[in-house]
């Protein structure tokens, strides 16, 4: 498996709360992604990274923040947590080595907000 | 904008049986690349096969392959000799030369003995 981690893997939250969610590889890979999956949405893009402090924002970005300070890291935050944000998020890395490459994902973590 | 499209919610094939799951795409650019993965209900992705839209050739691996006509912007998946552990929502993804990654909303496969 490629070494990406993400944590929390479930996550119970109150309305309005901001809640953080981590992603961490120890691949070295230049590009990760957070996305969001729900029932006949498919995973549908938040953000994304191509680089440390490089950010850029994927079509489902509205309510969600990024950062990376750090190649191994890259945070998720809602800044006030909603109800449509409940949902499972998943976090990837893809290689610049190639082209070709594809993506790694995590395990995913399941958040709900009531 | 580029986006993909898959039109079966669900599919269902009988165990050694051959399914084919359909996916098209819209999108402006010539050099891109496509990808089948596979979600089992483990929640994990996994990729399955993948494709560069400068290669004319189909690509295959083991049971699985894929039928791509870049003019029609189509990249259908074909399972051969269907196992149970086929089983799983199949999303259809693209990626050009940029950085995103956009898939398709899924199609759940079932598999019947």
């Known amino acids: 498996d490629a070494g990406i981690t993400q944590s929390p893997r479930h996550k119970v939250t109150e309305t309005g709360t901001p809640v953080t969610l981590r992603c961490h590889q120890t691949e070295n890979h230049r590009y990760m992604y957070w996305y969001r999956q729900d029932p006949g949405h498919g995973l549908r893009l938040i953000h994304y990274s191509y680089g440390v402090k490089d950010t850029d924002k994927g079509e489902v970005s509205d309510g969600y923040s990024v950062s990376r300070s750090k190649t191994e890291d890259f945070l998720l935050t809602l800044e006030s947590a909603t109800s449509s944000q409940t949902s499972v998020y998943f976090c990837?890395?893809?290689?610049?080595?190639?082209?070709?490459?594809?993506?790694?994902f995590g395990q995913g973590t399941r958040l709900t907000v009531v | 904008a580029q986006t993909v499209t898959q039109s079966q919610p669900e599919m269902s094939v009988q165990e050694a049986e051959t399914v084919t799951l359909s996916c098209t795409y819209d999108?402006?650019?010539?050099?891109?690349?496509l990808f089948w993965y596979k979600q089992p209900p483990s929640r994990q992705m996994i990729l399955v096969i993948r494709q560069e839209a400068y290669k004319q050739q189909n690509a295959t691996e083991n049971r699985f392959s894929v039928n791509f006509q870049k003019a029609a912007k189509s990249f259908s998946l074909k399972i051969s000799d269907s196992q149970l552990g086929d089983a799983a929502m199949y999303f259809c993804?693209?990626?050009?030369?940029?950085?995103?990654?956009?898939f398709g909303t899924g199609t759940r496969l079932q598999v019947f003995p």
């Open positions: 999108t402006s650019e010539s050099d891109y690349y």
């Open positions: 993804a693209y990626r050009q030369n940029t950085d995103k990654l956009i």
């Open positions: 990837a890395i893809r290689a610049q080595d190639s082209r070709r490459t594809e993506a790694f």
